[in-house]
């Protein structure tokens, strides 16, 4: 269907109601104009932002409303307690309260962690199966249901993306012309849908904001991205700000200002090296993915141990694949929010036994993230958490970074704040750093940390 540019069309979509088979109408406005836009109907990530999982898959009917489960350990027919399942949870037979996940694993006397892995449909699929099959159906679906809408538009590339880059949430998306990533107005502080080609802040520049050089000159209009901060930059821009020196330069490298090639270098300066900490035989170690480095590669798989214990692991559905093994890998992705280059891990162990871990990726001077970060469940209230993130705050404090900040579950944000000294986001402040590809996820609480530029002291973290 083609639309003129700046004019309404109204698009008839049907969509399940999630009980049952049952079908109706719903009439949905798109906005148009020279910019691709598109408005999600129930999905996995739909505009409502109750979504639990269990709706989501009530919602593409994976899963129905009653459905009778059950929670089992590892002990084929060990089966410890049953429900049925609610969009707000699991209710319990025994005392007809409504669990969520984890609550009712606990309900059931486990302390497995693995709420979706053991918790059981009478069919025989873990809700973990479930969640893997609305994946599957994601997939699919995006790969056979866009349209394209304006003469000019190449079908042939990378489809777009289901959900808004910054909040990981669905509704009406307004898609860059130059990457599959997509947006709500709201969230990147625009009014309405542009006329002609707009260009996400992934794309643009980031010393001009624009995604073309303003002088027609080809080799300063090239764009790069920074092998740091891994944000785009025109050669041109870097050179006539004089953020780069090009004397003695190594032009295989891509940095946007001398400082992101000084944490680069003084980042791979720390890889592999094992430091003290404590009195305790506690070495903080920084590790990378690095070719034909077994040993580097086998204490990443450490690394991954410890989330998994920590996290359940789920599939993005636009990749299929673990999101956690991507960031301690460092898989990269056409999408944005996907691309996971420029991650390190960090480990904390006692004599080669992995404790704590977390992953860090530091966006040039301004941010740096740590999108996981957890503790093996022997280990925990012993401090390792604080040990751990007190040595990491060190080392970028060393390195200048302004501010450091994480996604938090909404039970967490206190943690993060009272013990911590983290703060939650203003969305003034998410705005300000829409640029920088920090990992986030639907509904958690983004917090930050400011990190002051004065030499580091043990006494500044007691």
Same mark, same amino acid.
């Given at each position: 269907?083609?639309?003129?540019?700046?004019?309404?069309?109204? /698009?008839?979509?049907?969509?399940?109601?999630?009980?049952?088979?049952?079908?109706?109408?719903?009439?949905?406005?798109?906005?148009? +104009?020279?910019?691709?836009?598109?408005?999600?109907?129930?999905?996995?990530?739909?505009?409502?932002?109750?979504?639990?999982?269990?709706?989501?898959?009530?919602?593409?009917?994976?899963?129905?409303?009653?459905?009778?489960?059950?929670?089992?350990?590892?002990?084929?027919?060990?089966?410890?307690?049953?429900?049925?399942?609610?969009?707000?949870?699991?209710?319990?037979?025994?005392?007809?309260?409504?669990?969520?996940?984890?609550?009712?694993?606990?309900?059931?006397?486990?302390?497995?962690?693995?709420?979706?892995?053991?918790?059981? @449909?009478?069919?025989?699929? +873990?809700?973990?199966?479930?969640?893997?099959?609305?994946?599957?159906?994601?997939?699919?679906?995006?790969?056979?249901?866009?349209?394209?809408?304006?003469?000019?538009?190449?079908?042939?590339?990378?489809?777009?993306?289901?959900?808004?880059?910054?909040?990981?949430?669905?509704?009406?998306? /307004?898609?860059?012309?130059?990457?599959?990533?997509?947006?709500?107005?709201?969230?990147?502080?625009?009014?309405?849908?542009?006329?002609?080609?707009?260009?996400?802040?992934?794309?643009?520049?980031?010393?001009?904001?624009?995604?073309?050089?303003?002088?027609?000159?080809?080799?300063?209009?090239?764009?790069?991205?920074?092998?740091?901060?891994?944000?785009?930059?025109?050669?041109?821009?870097?050179?006539?700000?004089?953020?780069?020196?090009?004397?003695?330069?190594?032009?295989?490298?891509?940095?946007?200002?001398?400082?992101?090639?000084?944490?680069?270098?003084?980042?791979?300066?720390?890889?592999?090296?094992?430091? =003290?900490?404590?009195?305790?035989?506690?070495?903080?170690?920084?590790?990378?993915?690095?070719?034909?480095?077994?040993?580097?590669?086998?204490?990443?798989?450490?690394?991954?141990? =410890?989330?998994?214990?920590?996290?359940?692991? =789920?599939?993005?559905?636009?990749?299929?694949?673990?999101?956690?093994?991507?960031?301690?890998?460092?898989?990269?992705?056409?999408?944005?929010?996907?691309?996971?280059?420029?991650?390190?891990?960090?480990?904390?162990?006692?004599?080669?036994?992995?404790?704590?871990?977390?992953?860090?990726?530091?966006?040039?001077?301004?941010?740096?993230?740590?999108?996981?970060?957890?503790?093996?469940?022997?280990?925990?209230?012993?401090?390792?958490?604080?040990?751990?993130?007190?040595?990491?705050?060190?080392?970028?404090?060393?390195?200048?970074?302004?501010?450091?900040?994480?996604? +938090?579950? $909404?039970?967490?944000?206190?943690?993060?704040?009272?013990?911590?000294?983290?703060?939650?986001?203003?969305?003034?402040?998410?705005?300000?750093? @829409?640029?920088?590809? =920090?990992?986030?996820?639907?509904? $958690?609480?983004?917090?930050?940390?400011?990190?002051?530029?004065?030499?580091?002291?043990?006494?500044?973290?007691?």
């Amino acid at each position: 269907m083609q639309s003129q540019r700046g004019k309404k069309i109204v /698009i008839k979509t049907s969509k399940k109601s999630g009980v049952g088979n049952q079908k109706f109408n719903q009439t949905t406005q798109v906005q148009c +104009s020279g910019k691709r836009a598109k408005k999600r109907g129930t999905s996995a990530c739909s505009s409502k932002r109750s979504h639990t999982v269990l709706s989501l898959l009530i919602d593409n009917n994976v899963v129905l409303i009653g459905a009778r489960v059950h929670y089992r350990t590892g002990r084929p027919g060990n089966q410890l307690t049953e429900g049925w399942i609610t969009r707000g949870g699991i209710k319990c037979t025994c005392c007809e309260r409504i669990f969520k996940l984890t609550e009712f694993e606990s309900h059931a006397g486990s302390t497995q962690h693995r709420p979706s892995e053991n918790i059981l @449909l009478e069919d025989g699929r +873990s809700l973990s199966d479930c969640n893997k099959q609305l994946c599957g159906k994601y997939k699919r679906q995006k790969s056979t249901t866009r349209v394209c809408k304006r003469k000019d538009e190449q079908c042939g590339k990378e489809p777009s993306d289901y959900v808004c880059s910054v909040c990981r949430d669905g509704g009406d998306l /307004i898609l860059c012309d130059q990457c599959p990533s997509a947006f709500h107005t709201s969230c990147i502080g625009l009014e309405d849908v542009p006329d002609g080609d707009w260009f996400c802040p992934f794309c643009c520049c980031i010393i001009c904001g624009h995604a073309q050089f303003q002088e027609i000159v080809q080799q300063d209009g090239c764009t790069v991205s920074c092998d740091q901060c891994h944000l785009k930059f025109h050669v041109g821009c870097a050179r006539d700000r004089g953020l780069i020196k090009f004397e003695g330069r190594n032009f295989h490298d891509n940095f946007c200002s001398n400082k992101c090639e000084e944490i680069f270098s003084s980042l791979q300066k720390l890889v592999g090296k094992s430091i =003290v900490v404590g009195e305790d035989n506690l070495t903080w170690t920084l590790l990378k993915p690095l070719k034909d480095f077994s040993a580097n590669n086998r204490r990443l798989n450490l690394a991954l141990d =410890v989330m998994h214990e920590c996290f359940e692991s =789920v599939e993005e559905a636009y990749t299929g694949r673990d999101i956690i093994e991507d960031v301690i890998f460092n898989r990269g992705s056409v999408l944005n929010r996907l691309n996971f280059r420029g991650f390190y891990t960090v480990l904390l162990e006692r004599d080669g036994e992995a404790m704590s871990a977390a992953n860090v990726r530091v966006c040039g001077d301004k941010v740096a993230e740590v999108p996981f970060v957890g503790t093996r469940f022997e280990h925990r209230r012993l401090g390792l958490c604080r040990i751990l993130m007190c040595e990491l705050e060190k080392h970028l404090m060393n390195l200048g970074v302004e501010r450091l900040v994480l996604p +938090s579950a $909404a039970g967490m944000v206190d943690t993060w704040i009272n013990s911590f000294g983290f703060s939650k986001m203003t969305d003034f402040d998410t705005r300000e750093n @829409l640029a920088y590809t =920090v990992l986030n996820f639907q509904d $958690a609480i983004m917090c930050q940390k400011i990190l002051r530029k004065l030499k580091y002291t043990s006494d500044s973290v007691k």
